[in-house]
């Protein structure tokens, strides 16, 4: 009989030198509700009074004026390219009975300086997106009456935010948080509880998704047809972090499972495949397939995480509360789990997926080993001839790496658990 192991809570590599996100000193304590980078190096965090920048990877951030409003506060923030930039925003009114005013700011020189335009009307804008370099959208909102309600609108410019006009008005409620566009006529709004859907440049929009019980906060496109929303769905006696995501076009929307119980507030596609999304205490989620796994990383903090933002396949950044900043290099992954995923796939593996079972060709006699993407080693087997079975079905579904050891060859694999 083979002699079998189960190692329970056998951490790999779990410790400092190996985390998935570090923390960057930002030097300030306002919260931080947007990021974004043009490139690895190059990139930009704005909140409550503050504009941040970092020209080396976040090893520095440098605050950046703002005139003429140095209490104001920004919510979004977009490059067309290294030296154009957009921030949607808004300043106080400074009574608490009078509404604030809705404001965007533009740079054409990586931020060195910043004009506003303040005849766009409004009293907040939320969120900001360009499609094409002189194309863009953002949405904003009108506070009226005593109990200020909100009524939002899109605006549009086509001409790189020399100009904007009100494009479309919706009607009172609900709360619109996002917009996307992935093209220059086809866009997405979310909100509280429904996905809207333009297809001629924001003058029209149809609802594609309601559900009363669903509050949908970011959404990104992978490409034309490929897109996921985020936000959170109140059950009680909590909140569940909600996924849902489309494949034709924003048409139908599929819930998929997230695993966590925490709003989320931000999510971010690398590939069609690859993704981020990030929310309160600290949650990140990353999946590799397309939403089907769903896996918890290691934040390494507790705060909530408003904006995830990756400039390249491995590099990434999120912000949140208390001027929080963290960066992964290596995809959220454990430093060796990376490495290992990176490596060719060249054990025999089947069948794959597998719910039960799962039989391994190996060419050395030696020790098999699974690991989780947390970098936890779950099981390890001794390989005992050139085939070797394994009970997966104590497994959680999810995505697991194979690494099978011997004197002369170390191999790899990847398995999915049905």
Known sequence: MKKFYILLVALFVMNGANAQWVPQYSGISYNLNSVYFTDSNTGYAVGAYTILKTSDGGTNWLTQSHPPWDWAGFFSIYFTNTDTGYIAGAIPSGSPSVPPVGLMWKTTDGGTNWVYNSAIGGNGFSSVHFPKKNTGYALGCFIEGAFWNHQHFVIKTTDGGSNWWNCHTFSLYPYYHSVHFSSVDTGYVVGDNRILKTIDGG??????????????????????????AVGYSYIDPAYTGLILKTKDGGTNWVTQYSGT??????????????????????????????????????SGTDVNLYSVHFPSVDTGYAVGDSGTILKTTNGGLYVGLKDLSSKSNNLKIYPNPSSTKVTIETTTKGQLFILNLNGEQLLVQEITGTKTQLDVSNLSSGIYFLKATGEKAVQFGKFFKN
């Open 203 to 228: 003058t029209n929009w149809d609802t594609m998704y309601y559900a009363t019980s669903n509050y949908l906060l970011s959404i990104d496109f992978a490409n034309a047809d490929i897109g996921y």
């Open 261 to 298: 119980g925490s709003p989320l507030k931000s999510v971010y596609f690398t590939s069609v495949d690859t993704g981020y999304a990030v929310g309160d205490s600290g949650t990140i989620l990353n999946t590799t397939d397309g939403g089907i796994n769903w896996v918890t990383q290691n």
